[in-house]
């Protein structure tokens, strides 16, 4: 079984720049949520993709967007960024229960992404 | 609105000694309920999880963690700690199942 995979694992932008994040998700998983962890915080919900649709969506801005791919695997765009979006920006796969019930997220190593 | 709070961003414990990180949680229906790990330069590992089963849940490693609706707390203990166990724990709650709210995440330094 293949587990969660982002790339890249570093990445170096400065501001204004616009920055797509890769996710594979696990095998035989159909969703998978995005979160930004700032340095010395908990990891921050971004949106979630549940059979390439947007299911869910936290606190940020427009300039955040994804998509989700018939393989289930995952993009985080960024535009216009800041240097505040200066974070790991982590990936999280899961199957999606048709009858409610929280499955077990299985979080990738993340994308540490700075913007100078 | 959810909300995790995780008491004491620090905790210390010596090598062989009780485990005790406090989570306290709000939501406005009955939760999901998480224990990660996260190691430096890794993701997150799931320890444990409640969902409306037994109150008591055991995890990985040795951990467990209580669920008591009454007091809205989720705390993750464990007997005796092992040098390998130093690392950030964050607890995670999810009202719907989907979409998890984390705690700002609790450092444990094991003293040997």
């Known amino acids: 079984e293949t587990g969660v995979t982002q790339s890249p694992t570093h990445l170096i932008k400065t501001r204004g720049q616009q920055v797509t994040l890769r996710c594979s998700s696990q095998?035989?998983?159909?969703?998978v949520s995005w979160y930004q962890q700032a340095l010395g915080q908990g990891p921050q919900f971004i949106f979630q993709?549940?059979?390439?649709?947007?299911?869910g969506r936290g606190n940020f801005p427009p300039r955040f967007s994804g998509l989700q791919f018939p393989n289930y695997s995952s993009e985080l765009n960024v535009n216009a960024l800041e240097l505040d979006d200066s974070a790991l920006y982590l990936c999280a796969s899961s199957t999606l229960l048709g009858t409610g019930g929280a499955d077990t997220q299985y979080f990738g190593p993340g994308t540490r992404l700075t913007v100078l | 609105a959810q909300s995790v709070t995780q008491l004491g961003s620090h905790v210390s414990v010596s090598e062989g000694a009780l485990v005790l990180l406090r989570c306290n949680y709000s939501s406005s229906v009955p939760p999901y309920l998480f224990w990660y790990v996260q190691y430096p330069n890794q993701g997150l590992q799931l320890l444990l999880k409640y969902t409306s089963a037994a109150t008591l849940v055991k995890g990985i490693n040795g951990f467990e963690a209580e669920f008591k609706k009454s007091e809205t707390s989720f705390h993750l203990t464990k007997p005796s700690a092992h040098m390998s166990d130093a690392a950030e724990y964050f607890c995670a709650v999810s009202p719907t199942g989907n979409q998890f709210y984390f705690g700002t995440g609790t450092s444990l330094t094991v003293i040997p």
């Open positions: 095998s035989g998983h159909n969703t």
């Open positions: 993709y549940y059979r390439e649709e947007e299911n």
